[in-house]
């Protein structure tokens, strides 16, 4: 086609191709994408994505599976969409963690006997916890993602830290008497992202 029939059809279809430009710039970026298809299983919850003939964004829980609702045209893999969908997500771990872990993390000081100061729920980048000098400890809230014996080794290991501050040979020996090979642990634990 000539100049004028291109210029034309790429003004019709703007839109389609700012969209597009969009999802190429956010695949460069590896980013993870959650649609339709996916079903995120929270310790506690199951969250779906799925359409409405509404014009608006909205959740509904029924039991223990939450469905966020989106309008039928809306693209799910524009960032701002995704950006929605994670926010969504991650404020149900947040809750979730602020109910479990602090339970949690007394539980098992109490069972071996570890002292800690106080404990953060955090929504940490790239660690699943970690443990100050003052024996604070912060907990990443996706650990609401982790089956409970990996969630537990986490936890286990930030508790070792209030003994040991390094990761030495006497930190791998106590933190395996708790919670067995860590090997196997570490392994399956790959599995997982701290994010999305
Ligand atoms: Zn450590």
């Known amino acids: 086609m000539n100049y004028d029939m291109g210029f034309r059809f790429a003004l019709e279809k703007q839109q389609w191709i700012r969209e597009h430009i969009t999802l190429l710039e956010q695949k460069k970026e590896n980013k993870s994408t959650i ?34 609702f989106f309008p039928e045209i809306t693209n799910l893999e524009l960032e701002k969409n995704q950006e929605t969908i994670k926010a969504f ?42 443990c100050s000098a003052q024996n604070n400890i912060n907990l990443n809230l996706h650990l609401m993602r982790l089956p409970e014996h990996l969630s537990d080794y986490i936890i286990l290991h930030e508790l070792c830290h209030t003994i040991h501050k390094n990761h ?18 570490n392994k399956e634990l790959k599995k997982y992202r701290t994010q999305f």
């Open 35 to 68: 649609n339709e298809a996916d079903e995120i299983n929270t310790r506690f919850h199951k969250i779906k994505i799925a359409r409405h003939p509404g014009h608006n964004i909205m959740s509904r829980k029924v039991e223990n599976t939450i469905t966020l």
């Open 89 to 130: 997500i991650t404020e149900v771990l947040r809750k979730e963690a602020k109910g479990y872990l602090p339970e949690r993390i007394k539980i098992l000081s109490e069972k071996y006997g570890f002292k800690y100061s106080k404990m953060f729920v955090k929504n940490l980048k790239s660690r699943w916890g970690s």
């Open 168 to 185: 030495g040979p006497a930190f791998h020996t106590l933190l395996e008497k708790l919670c067995g090979n860590e090997k196997i642990l």
